[in-house]
């Protein structure tokens, strides 16, 4: 995570989803599962079509000093899972999704800056909209209650938390990216036919 990526300051879980987190070797072990699931199949046979495959040494397992960092991505060093976040299954599978869509957005973008706030942006957008990630069941157990327009003020609202962490957007600079790309980001679907 030497540069900043489309979630490597912010990705993943808030503060608070998991408590209690996983040793190396479980958290490995639940990767390796969530190599099965359809929508990271189907990701990784997209990404491989674009000519970027996802090898498993580009998913590494890791235990993170940032409390409520579930995971990132990072164009040099691929996907990291934070183990010691994490406590369920289905956490990983949701990191391996969102860092995932980074991914893709990275691999058919070539020129995707991530030091760029429009373009971190628009992959947050995205990724929080296409992962599942912003799904009413989930935020509901963060504690966000609305039920009309939850998913996109959920996605605007992560989105957001992850831009303005990178050192190169203020918080002014994140909102304005946001608001700037939201249309077409949150419209663009691919590699899905449509938003999952």
């Known amino acids: 995570m030497n540069q900043p990526s489309a979630s490597a300051a912010s990705m993943g879980m808030e503060v ?24 990271v199949r189907f990701l990784r046979k997209q990404m491989e079509q674009a000519g970027c495959p996802v090898w498993g040494r580009l ?36 990191v391996l999704i969102h860092e995932l869509i980074h991914a893709y957005d990275d691999c058919r973008a070539k020129n995707m800056d991530w030091k760029n706030c429009a373009h971190h942006a628009c992959s947050e957008i995205r990724a929080n909209h296409l992962s599942g990630d912003c799904h ?20 605007r609202r992560r989105a957001l938390k992850s831009v303005k962490n990178n050192p190169y957007c203020s918080e002014a600079a994140a909102k ?3 608001a700037a790309v939201w249309d077409i980001c949150y419209e663009d679907t691919s590699p899905f036919d449509r938003a999952p």
């Open 136 to 155: 009413y069941k989930r935020e509901m157990l963060r504690g966000f209650m609305k039920i009309r327009g939850h998913e996109q003020e959920c996605v």
């Open 16 to 39: 608070g989803e998991s408590s209690v987190g996983m040793s190396r070797e479980e958290c490995i072990d639940r990767i390796t599962k969530s190599l099965k699931d359809p929508t």
């Open 176 to 178: 304005d990216a946001i």
């Open 59 to 94: 998913l590494l397992a890791v235990n993170c000093k940032n409390q409520g960092l579930a995971g990132g991505y990072s164009s040099r060093n691929g996907i990291t899972v934070c183990c010691n976040q994490l406590s369920y299954q289905d956490e990983i599978n949701q």
